[in-house]
């Protein structure tokens, strides 16, 4: 799915520069078989796409986390920042790792989900907390680190941290949907 990109162009691959070609390749090739969106706009600084887009592989696919989870806190992530291609690229992968639609229906209208596990819902209060006011209160804290441990803690403030970054990217360079696609997120 190509993402459109509004304010910054990049070359067409046979046109790159060899480093932005071999930053390119070596994420089309990798896990997700394609570079990622924000990619287009990273690779003006080669070294910066391929460290990010490393990030992202690891975080996508080698954490503890359960996907599902991580899915969850991508979509508080795109919902917040209102990133349209994002949450259409992880409402996908969160149904296919058995979120479920009540939650993303939820997630998407900016009401509280009804949850299926404390897991979810304190995924949901945490990555919510850090975004809305900047903290996780120590009792919040506790619990997380109770149910989902220290590694998991860590890993879910690193999702959350990595795709604030994917979501800033997508926002600040209006890369969005294709104009085939409409967004089921508004604005407000």
Do not use: C
């Amino acid at each position: 799915m190509e993402a459109l990109l509004a304010r910054i162009q990049l070359p067409p691959v046979a046109e790159m520069s060899s480093e932005q070609r071999s930053v390119h390749d070596e994420a089309a090739a990798g896990p997700r078989g394609h570079a990622p969106a924000p990619m287009l706009a990273w690779l003006q600084n080669p070294e910066f796409a391929r460290r990010s887009q490393k990030l992202g592989e690891l975080i996508r696919f080698q954490l503890s986390l359960p996907a599902r989870l991580r899915e969850l806190a991508v979509l508080i992530v795109a919902r917040y920042w209102v990133a349209h291609f994002e949450w259409l690229v992880h409402k996908r992968e969160a149904l296919k790792h058995g979120l479920s639609v009540k939650i993303v229906e939820a997630i998407a209208a900016r009401r509280r989900p009804p949850f299926e596990s404390e897991q979810e819902r304190l995924v949901y209060e945490i990555s919510t907390s850090i975004l809305e006011t900047r903290l996780v209160p120590g009792p919040l804290y506790q619990e997380g680190v109770r149910e989902l441990g220290e590694q998991g803690m860590v890993e879910l403030v690193g999702v959350i941290g990595y795709y604030t970054l994917v979501s800033m990217t997508l926002v600040t360079f209006e890369i969005g949907l294709p104009e085939s696609l409409q967004s089921e997120l508004l604005d407000t």
